[in-house]
């Protein structure tokens, strides 16, 4: 799971986290790790229901729902897009977070 | 259970403060992070209702086709072992939708076989009760009476998967449908899928699809207006498909949102006492607002529309009540789970009926959906608290903000054994003090408020720890 080097860093660097940085700062890390845990369940959910019904787009559209998206792939690009959006602005949290425990260590 | 509360500036640490007017950086990461949780809610409410919307969709299309082609292999395909891969899923999502029968034995073991084909479908982080939750807020598909199918099969048995049903319009699905389907859907029986539309779907939540930026933009704007309608809908929303985000099962420790001066979002956490006072002081905040706009305007705004706005404008109930007895011991023996370490023992019983006066306001939070219990926040000396902490603090938001959270604080060398805890931004200490205490600081209040303003006109030092607020908690369980 932490085979990477950078998979490793921030694994240690949430460990350090963990036991070194004030309280203060916890709220931060924790709305940035229930933010990854929706949009992880969100694209979980988005693959199973792109695996039995790769067509449920197309259906939608033929209901009479103005969806932006064509088809799931543009589905899941939203997705991301909006992942990433929140992850912009929790990254300005944490930054200080990590800023901090470079100054500790 | 009475608590008497005592919070006082620590001094150490509180130099933190900008003397600028501005919110500190603290303060300003706490609010951040309410928004930020709030653009979570929002995400989840988004996502959740944008999958109801294609499962719905998918789940009445195959059933179009299904009945289209072939009316009798609707209950032949789901009786029978080796029904075809479109059937089964097209019950399994039926069943997550919770278009449940009400109709006798039969379909309900259409229902059970179903029900357990649908674990595949669904992620297996899925909780096995999201599957059975309804389409029209959560409410349990015995609550929902719906009209059954118009296709009958062999005579028998009318199906249960017919998509085209009505939901009645009881009170307990009423309360849900307020959160995810506030109307009863009403849908056209449909001989063919091209003729299957969504009219309600389609205006009442094309606002689903708009880009999250829009969406947060919208969102925030409704809140600093005061329109509070989709900030109650995205707070109590229950989740059909997705995880909540924050665990239902210990209501207690997870944080509920309050909209509080100049529309920021507090969070408020039923388990930590400064919570409490810090949604009373919200609420003592917009008073203090209301007269000052009285007083600018020599305007009598009591009566008027704009108190009415205002009040509306809060998500939580706010009263002044000063002729009930907010003094009168209401200790419950209902044990508080949450708030354990609080000792009431010693404080019940104290009767100080010369203290009704409007010198110690008393705030009653009572959280409409949101809160279990019912609270009753006294605030002594008001005003003169108000004043002080306008001397010793940037703003009034900010002192409420810092105490919206708190964390137990281990003090040592005490003899009381006093409940002690801090806020999260080590600003300020909150002490449990005891009766005797309070009665002392309610005849020498006035002494001291003259030895504390001296002090920090005249800049002379004190040795007098700054008490910024004296508050009596009244916590009656039973009454949410």
């Keep these: 799971m932490y085979g990477s080097s950078l998979d490793c860093f921030v694994f240690i660097t949430y460990f350090h986290y963990c036991t070194m940085v004030p309280d203060a700062y916890a709220p931060s890390f924790k709305v940035h790790a229930k933010g990854m845990v929706l949009f992880s369940g969100v694209a979980r959910f988005l693959q199973n229901l792109k695996n039995e019904h790769p067509d449920a787009i197309k259906l939608a559209i033929n209901c009479g729902l103005a969806l932006p998206v064509k088809d799931f792939t543009e589905l899941e690009e939203l997705l991301i897009k909006e992942k990433a959006q929140f992850e912009v602005g929790t990254c300005i949290l944490l930054s200080s977070v990590f800023v901090l425990f470079f100054i500790v260590d | ?480």
């Design chain 2, 1 to 480: 259970m009475n608590f008497y509360i005592c919070v006082v500036l620590q001094s150490s640490v509180g130099k933190a403060t900008d003397q600028n007017g501005t919110p500190s950086s603290s303060v300003h990461e706490l609010l951040n992070i309410n928004w930020y949780y709030q653009d979570l809610l929002l995400e989840l409410y988004i996502w959740d209702r944008r999958l109801h919307q294609l499962f719905y969709c998918k789940s009445v299309q195959l059933e179009s086709v299904a009945n289209y082609k072939n009316p009798a292999d609707t209950v032949d395909g789901i009786c029978g072992e080796n029904s075809g891969t479109d059937k089964k899923i097209s019950d399994k999502t039926t069943i997550a939708l919770g278009v449940a029968s009400t109709t006798e034995s039969a379909s309900n073991n259409l229902d059970h076989q179903s029900g357990d084909a649908a674990a595949p479908l669904l992620d297996e982080s899925q909780e096995a009760g999201h599957s059975e939750l309804p389409c029209n807020g959560g409410s349990k598909a015995e609550d929902s009476s719906i009209a059954h199918g118009q296709i009958k099969v062999d005579g028998t048995i009318e199906t249960a998967n017919d998509p085209c049903f009505e939901i009645s319009n009881d009170k307990e699905v009423q309360i849900n449908d307020t959160v995810a389907d506030p109307i009863p859907m009403k849908q056209e029986p449909c001989s063919t899928p091209q003729q299957f539309k969504y009219p309600y779907w389609d205006e009442r939540e094309r606002w689903i699809w708009n880009s999250i930026s829009e969406s947060q933009l919208a969102y925030r704007n409704d809140i600093q207006i005061g329109y509070l309608e989709k900030f109650e809908l995205i707070n109590n929303y229950l989740p059909h498909y997705l995880p909540p985000l924050f665990e239902q099962h210990d209501e207690a420790y997870s944080p509920q949102f309050a909209v509080g001066p100049g529309s920021n979002i507090l969070c408020i956490m039923e388990d930590e006492i400064s919570s409490i006072i810090a949604r009373a002081l919200a609420i003592s905040d917009e008073r203090h607002h209301l007269i000052d706009l009285k007083f600018e305007n020599g305007m009598d705004y009591s009566k008027g529309e704009h108190v009415k706005a205002m009040e509306k404008s809060y998500s939580f109930l706010s009263e002044s009540s000063f002729s009930s007895s907010p003094w009168s011991s209401t200790d419950s023996e209902a044990s508080l789970s949450s708030l354990s370490s609080f000792s009431s023992d010693d404080f019940s019983g104290y009767d100080s009926s010369s203290l009704l006066s409007p010198m110690h306001p008393e705030m009653t939070v009572n959280g409409k959906v949101t809160l279990k219990g019912k609270y009753s926040v006294t605030v002594v000396y008001d005003n003169q608290f108000f004043a002080l902490r306008k001397k010793c603090c940037p703003s009034e938001l900010e002192y409420i903000t810092s105490l919206s959270r708190c964390k137990k604080w281990n003090a040592q060398g005490g003899k009381s054994k006093a409940y002690f805890a801090k806020t999260m931004d080590d600003r300020f200490i909150i002490k449990q003090i005891k009766k005797t205490e309070f009665e002392s600081f309610i005849k020498f209040a006035p002494d001291y408020f003259k030895h504390v303003y001296h002090s920090l006109d005249t800049g002379s030092q004190t040795c007098l720890a700054k008490i910024l607020g004296i508050y009596q908690v009244v916590i009656s369980r039973g009454q949410a």
